[in-house]
């Protein structure tokens, strides 16, 4: 392993590589402390120092965008935009006809695929930095805390600010997707998933300092060990397969034979990622986002249904919460595998090229095979990454540690999934050059 790694740092190409993408790594996380015009930096510090725990509406962009959300910085949105942005164009396919054929046209296609998610970026962009400024503005951005700071983020209300602070954080989302791009073609690859990696893994020393201040050092070590457990369970599942064979009849052209082979199929058990867990959050914040603006005014009570909102959906302590996370991840598990993997269109290809999976017939046959098989690998995935995400509520209620906490829900799902794919990367690019690569 340290031989491998010593030939990366002697090999210029991949030394030139690596070096590009932290230097484009550490200009991200810059501009995440670097505050938006007309930004109160020591009020948003105040109130950053005074409210340590997240709030759960904000949760998962806060993460995301690795605490610049907070913060108000030029790069507050992070890479989400682009997140939300990709799954649409993604989810589009099965609604647009137009974006499956572009999709099936090839690198054309796809091409034109991306521009439009570029496009639908910059639009989400404009749409969330205003209602970040707008939630600033009202004094809601740190609802737990009431010091007069947390009121006073911005400095300037007249429409030039506001406009010129969505156009700053706005040209930041685009900023940070050109960077991504960047890494991409000129880096190890995967740009946009290593800036999210960064994101998250910029938020692991504060959640657990926090632990340690809060709870005793001894339950820091245990959290420690607990979490190198649930690292090495997630890479275990991350890395399961079920491979159904597929051989390919031989054929012969002219003088030549070709086919015979075999192969097989990779079926994950989690298939889907860590968009399920993000469905499952986004759509759980719909009501107390809706709750959040219909707070009553000084003096009234509130409305029934809002307090029912404050009390079971907000704060993720509550069995029903945690019932209902659980179960809307099973369900986008198995909701985002049926349009993303296609058995019928699977069992055209295989026959339109001769093979054929052992003891089942090509067409149909196969079609239905892959979706009996498809639909009992994806139930413990499903459960799988119910559990994963339910680590942060849970350690939530035991220890205190607020719902950013780092070994469980999407951010393990992503530092493990991100790590491994880079460490394939770069092994690849090692084995170009020698024959033994990082892993053996």
Known sequence: MFKAIGRIFRTPDLRRKIAFTLGIVALFRLGSFIPAPFVDFSNVQECLAQNQGT???????????????????IFALGIMPYIT?????????????HFETLYKEGQAGQAKLTQYTRYLTIALGVLQSTTLITVARSGALFPQNSSPACTALITNDAWYAILLMVITMTAGTGLIMWLGELITERGVGNGMSLLIFTSIAATFPTSLWSIAQSQSFEIFLIVIAIGLLIVAAVVFVEQSQRRIPVQYAKRMVGRRTYGGNNTYIPIKVNMAGVVPVIFASSLLYLPALVAQFNQPAAGEEPQPWVTWINNYLVQGDHPLYMALYFLLIVGFTYFYVAITFNP???ADNMKKYGGFIPGIRAGRPTAEYLDYVLTRVTLPGSIYLGLIALIPLIAFVWIGANQNFP???????????????????IDSQLQQRHYEGLLR
Request: hydrophobic share 50%; proline share 2%.
């Open 407 to 425: 070994f469980g829900g999407a951010s393990i799902l992503i530092i493990v999934g991100v790590g491994l794919e880079t460490v394939k990367q």
């Open 344 to 346: 019928e269109e699977v």
């Open 85 to 97: 942005a990709s799954i649409i164009t993604q989810l589009l396919r099965v609604v647009i006809p």
């Open 55 to 73: 709030s759960g509406l904000y949760e998962l962009v806060n993460l995301f965008s690795g605490g610049a959300l907070l913060q108000l910085s």
